[in-house]
């Protein structure tokens, strides 16, 4: 019978070539869509076979699921900082925020491409693919509903319906994701828009607005603006 060190050392190599499969699974997605992938165009980027495809993933469907399954886990790794250790006050809670949407904004600047491809493909791949960005959502909000909570249970956040502002604070991130990703928020930089998207969170329209850094001014007439 195979020793538990032998098995151990297949698992890892089953693991190692499943890894490598998403990972060129990933690239071909990025060059040709969900769509215009076939399932030998992965197999011959990651250099393997069409069996040894198979061994790993069913289908094409299968693979680019479990390639937004690894990506879409990355995302909530720059939130953990935060939930390990709450703010114990406003302005930890502040400073807490941006860092972990700044670690989040760098993280998806990184993978601009994956991410991209991600959101536009998954709609039409199927209902998992669908579920998993509805479940990003949804998971993105339990985050901050969990943190509002938290601070109107400590007494430094203004009680209010949890439920709804987290899918509003969520609702807004994505669009201004999207306008990012599209070069309507030209003129300004990542820590810009995220900087000025917390201080008016928290700040709000009378709570000292002057104190967010602006960007210059932009032609609102040539295209370039903010949108």
């Given amino acids: 019978m195979p020793s538990e060190l032998r098995k151990e050392r297949d698992r890892a190599r089953t693991e190692r070539r499943r890894q490598a499969l998403l990972e060129a699974a990933a690239r071909v997605f990025i060059r040709q869509g969900f769509h215009r992938t076939l399932v030998s165009d992965i197999a011959r980027e990651a250099q ?12 094409k469907t299968a693979v680019f699921v479990a390639v937004m399954d690894r990506f879409l886990q990355s995302l909530f790794e720059g939130f953990t900082e935060m939930t390990e250790r709450p703010p114990s006050n406003l302005d930890e809670y502040r400073q807490a925020s941006a860092q972990a949407l700044m670690r989040l904004a760098t993280h998806l600047e990184r993978n601009r491409e994956l991410a991209v491809t991600l959101l536009r493909e998954a709609p039409s791949v199927g209902s998992d693919a669908a579920d998993r960005l509805e479940n990003l959502y949804q998971g993105l909000a339990d985050l901050a509903r969990t943190f509002l909570d938290h601070a109107i249970a400590e007494g430094f956040a203004t009680p ?19 306008r990012w990703w599209a070069g309507r928020l030209q003129g300004f930089s990542v820590e810009q828009v995220i900087t000025g998207l917390v201080d008016f969170a928290f700040l709000g329209i009378s709570g000292g607005l002057s104190r967010v850094p602006q960007a210059p001014p932009q032609e609102s007439d040539s295209g370039q603006g903010p949108g």
Avoid: E, K, N, W
């Avoid at 393997?48 to 289908?59: A, I, L, S």
């Fill in 48 to 59: 393997v076979g069409q069996g040894t495809f198979y061994r790993h993933f069913p289908d």
């Fill in 160 to 178: 209010c319906d949890t439920r709804l502002v987290s899918q509003a604070i969520v609702a807004l991130g994505t669009a201004m994701a999207h």
